[in-house]
Nanobody, 117 residues
Framework: QVQLVESGGGLVQAGGRLTLSCLASVGRANIDTMAWYRQAPGNQREVVAVWPMSSSTTYANFVRGRFSMSGDFNKDTAKLNLHMTRLTPDDTAVYFC?????????WGQGTQVTVSS
């Protein structure tokens, strides 16, 4: 059973930074794509950043230049970090890790990020 476990959410002041981490219980060879999504209250879930294993990373326009990703992949696990800087109250949301693994999609449980003004 594949598991995605997120960590690193919390409360931060506007202008601050946070790093979220997603740990997948499978190795890189089995993963097609990992990504971060977010969902604010009353809004649909939206993509934040995508890390396809066979092409370049992409970022949503609203985070480009502020957020970046780093990965730590091996034969048993895959860890995808989302480094968030210059946070604003509009970044307040539940952030979800996503993975496409052997044609199946998986979601983490979500981690809350709250940015105070």
């Amino acid at each position: 059973q594949v598991q995605l476990v997120e960590s690193g959410g919390g409360l931060v002041q506007a202008g601050g930074r946070l790093t979220l981490s997603c740990l997948a219980s499978v190795g890189r060879a089995n993963i097609d794509t990992m990504a971060w999504y977010r969902q604010a209250p009353g809004n649909q879930r939206e993509v934040v950043a995508v890390w396809p294993m066979s092409s370049s990373t992409t970022y949503a326009n609203f985070v480009r230049g502020r957020f970046s990703m780093s990965g730590d992949f091996n034969k048993d696990t895959a860890k995808l970090n989302l480094h968030m800087t210059r946070l604003t109250p509009d970044d307040t949301a539940v952030y979800f890790c996503y993975a496409k693994i052997r044609e199946e999609t998986y979601w983490g449980q979500g981690t809350q990020v709250t940015v105070s003004s």
